[in-house]
């Protein structure tokens, strides 16, 4: 079962955790895995895929995934794509819909499906992992990255203003928010957001 996962399930006690920084690359290691207490490891996305599964598979308590990617979407009333609230800071967008943020969000689809499609006998349960609005000036780090959505698994009540909940993604009532996953037949629900600034 793939679900959602909930706010008051962000800590180290409420089973396994991967934190996935996800990338789609035909060559290049472009995604970063770190499961549990690990070092984060560099993959290429196929091997990324795999070793997830292989550890849903593996896993004697549930799975939480953390991906670096959107994993709910909003939609206007009329229809058309729009960013969710913690998509701009100031003059700066990381819009779901365009650029870097679909990019990985196509990735993030062909994840779940894969393990939709393996029908795991293990809990899984989803986060979405937003870190952005970095310093232009630095070259990105994965690593970091997914370091930095650990730290509030570790600590969710440091860190407690970087828990987004569903309800807090919309920017108008009027907002239709639903499962980026609900376009591959897969409604996940909507997970809460754990953003970080890098």
């Known amino acids: 079962m793939i679900?959602?996962?909930?706010?008051?399930?962000?800590?180290?006690?409420s089973g396994e955790w991967l934190i996935l920084d996800i990338g789609f690359a035909n060559k290049t290691?472009?995604?970063?895995?770190?499961?549990?207490?690990?070092?984060?490891?560099?993959?290429?996305?196929?091997?990324?895929?795999r070793c997830i599964r292989k550890h849903?598979?593996?896993?004697n308590k549930p799975v939480n995934l953390i991906v670096e990617a959107p994993l709910s979407v909003a939609f206007d009333a009329k229809g058309n794509p729009k960013g969710r609230s913690v998509e701009k800071q100031g003059s700066k967008?990381?819009?779901?819909?365009?650029?870097?943020?679909?990019?990985v969000m196509v990735a993030t689809i062909y994840l779940v499906k894969a393990l939709y499609d393996s029908n795991p006998s293990n809990e899984v349960r989803l986060f979405e992992g937003f870190v952005s609005f970095k310093n232009t000036n630095?070259?990105?780090?994965?690593s970091r990255d997914v370091q930095l959505l650990r730290e509030v698994i570790e600590m969710p009540n440091k860190f407690r203003s970087s828990i987004i909940d569903p309800d807090a993604l919309k920017t108008s009532d009027?907002?239709?928010?639903?499962?980026?996953?609900w376009v591959?037949?897969?409604?996940?629900?909507?997970?809460?957001?754990?953003?970080?600034?890098?």
């Open 3 to 13: 679900r959602a996962g909930k706010t008051n399930e962000i800590s180290t006690e």
């Open 29 to 49: 290691k472009s995604c970063c895995l770190l499961i549990n207490e690990r070092d984060p490891e560099e993959l290429q996305f196929s091997e990324a895929v």
């Open 56 to 59: 849903i598979d593996d896993a």
């Open 93 to 103: 967008t990381r819009y779901w819909y365009v650029g870097p943020g679909c990019t």
């Open 138 to 142: 630095e070259k990105s780090n994965h």
């Open 174 to 181: 009027s907002d239709v928010l639903q499962s980026a996953f």
């Open 184 to 198: 591959a037949g897969i409604d996940t629900g909507i997970p809460p957001l754990i953003q970080r600034n890098g």
